[in-house]
């Protein structure tokens, strides 16, 4: 259980790097896969597979794309798209055009959050998330939408501050987790989308123990689903799923 925008563990801004300010909106697009692909033959999915690689490698070019496996995890999704971009008219063309794909045809969407990027409130560091980085992707994403209840925003500010200084606090204990938070007050149902990369799941565990022993727990509403996601090549992922 964790606070959105609080607990942060990604890298200093290059200078080459645009403003945090610079409008950046988030998707996260979670596909299940029809049973029905399975009983293709090894030659389209092997043109499916390559097919696939090469419209996420083009679209690179014109926004951030990262690709994670959920095979085996959950039965609600196999695979997911995390795409970073400054328009959400360039979603929906990544979008439109993976349905297009030979893989398009036996995909539906199970989860789409959208959210963007905001300065927070209870941190004046310099502090740039990951994803806004040239840093290498870590193994792990977990991905889930976060709701604080409406009290929460009702309290004064300094009481608030002083519960997220608490929050923050429990997040430097582990820094091989790098979290990366963004806003979706009024273009989604969630408040805050959060996504923590790590290589260590169990670091990751320890932290959301330890973090809902703080006081902000009691002002959370919703945090689920809470997403485990396996960073993984495009081709890969479409050869994994049968």
């Known amino acids: 259980m964790v606070s959105g925008g609080e607990i942060n563990h990604a890298a200093r801004t290059p200078s080459s790097l645009p403003s945090p300010l610079t409008p950046t909106y988030l998707n996260f697009s979670f596909y299940k896969v029809d049973p029905k ?9 092997e043109e499916a597979a390559k097919e696939f690689s090469s419209l996420v490698e083009v679209a ?79 193994k792990y994403v977990i991905v889930y939408p976060f709701i604080k209840a409406r009290e929460w925003y009702l309290l004064p500010f300094e009481e608030r501050k002083k519960m997220m200084d608490e929050h923050i606090a429990v997040g430097r204990r582990f820094p091989e987790v790098r979290l990366n938070t963004s806003y979706s007050f009024g273009i989604d149902d969630q408040d805050f989308m959060l996504a923590f990369e790590t290589n260590d799941l169990i670091a990751f565990q320890d ?31 479409v050869r994994s799923i049968g």
Request: hydrophobic content about 35%; overall charge positive; some cysteine.
């Open 37 to 45: 692909w399975r009983w293709l033959n090894d030659i389209a999915k």
């Open 207 to 237: 932290l959301i123990v330890q973090l809902r022993e703080t006081r902000v727990s009691e002002y959370v509403t919703k945090d689920t689903p809470m997403i485990v996601c396996v960073y993984k090549e495009t081709e890969d992922i």
């Open 60 to 138: 690179k070019t014109k926004m951030k794309v990262r690709t994670y496996s959920t095979l085996g995890l959950r039965t609600d999704t196999d695979f997911m798209l995390w795409m970073i971009c400054d328009s959400v008219e360039k979603i929906q063309v990544l979008t439109s055009k993976v349905y297009s794909t030979i893989i398009g045809k036996y995909i539906e969407l199970s989860h789409v959050y959208l959210s963007c990027i905001r300065k927070s409130v209870y941190s004046n560091n310099k502090i740039m998330p990951g994803f806004l980085t040239d840093e290498d992707p870590m």
